[in-house]
């Protein structure tokens, strides 16, 4: 039980950096290129990433419904991102015009490193939303990586590769809101009248459901 759960705890902040490190090196090496920087942050993200695997867990215990946990979860993380945008990195709308575009994919990319691993890893989940969640994510982080690599500078290819990070990732949230209702679908269809919902974010279903969904 306990080597299951480390594993888990492993393979959860992996993905959560996998998830978070094509944001970044637009953000820190193409952009800014600081290599140190992205260094940086990653094993800060690292630290996130394992606060916020047992702060999933909480959040289950103190919420019996799934669906809602997993909401509050991605809407708490990513409100936490933002504030750390806003107030450390200097990136509020106030401070610059252009990032009020960008706000909703900020928002997106710091829930993204908390609530993608679990919607990769659900056992309940979806395979169909899986692999189309995990295609979308790598499309459109190899295109606005490859724009902001290849179109110079000057001629605005960061800029650009910046309005394609924030597009992509807000449409995630097509995603999100799938994930979140095939998790409320799960509970009415598996959970009989009166019964407890089953708590824990990696709680089991019926595979059947599971694949109906995808």
Request: glycine share 10%; aromatic share 14%.
């Amino acid at each position: 039980m306990i080597r299951q759960s480390i594993k888990r705890l492993c393979v959860f902040i992996l993905l959560g950096l996998l998830l978070a490190a094509p944001g970044e090196v637009l953000n820190q090496i193409l952009a800014r290129n600081d290599v140190r920087a992205f260094r940086t942050t990653m094993i800060s993200y690292s630290i996130l990433l394992f606060v916020g695997f047992f702060v999933g867990k909480v959040i289950a215990l103190l919420i019996k419904h799934r669906a809602r946990a997993m909401i509050i979860y991605y809407l708490g993380f990513g409100s936490l991102g933002l504030a750390v945008e806003w107030l450390l990195l200097g990136n509020a709308p106030s401070v610059d015009p252009f990032q009020v575009i960008t706000q909703p994919g900020m928002f997106t990319f710091w829930g993204t490193m908390l609530l993608g691993p679990h919607l990769i890893m659900d056992p309940a989940g979806a395979p169909g939303l899986r692999r189309s969640f995990i295609r979308f994510f790598t499309a459109f982080s190899a295109i606005y990586l490859l724009v902001a690599a290849i179109i110079p500078r000057n001629r605005g290819g960061i800029y650009f590769g910046f309005i394609i990070f924030a597009a992509g990732s807000t449409w995630l949230n097509y995603f999100y809101v799938k994930y979140f209702r095939m998790l409320k679908a799960n509970e009415s269809i598996v959970q009989p009248p009166g019964a407890k919902a089953e708590k824990g974010f990696s709680a089991e279903t019926t595979s059947d459901v599971s694949r109906h969904q995808g």
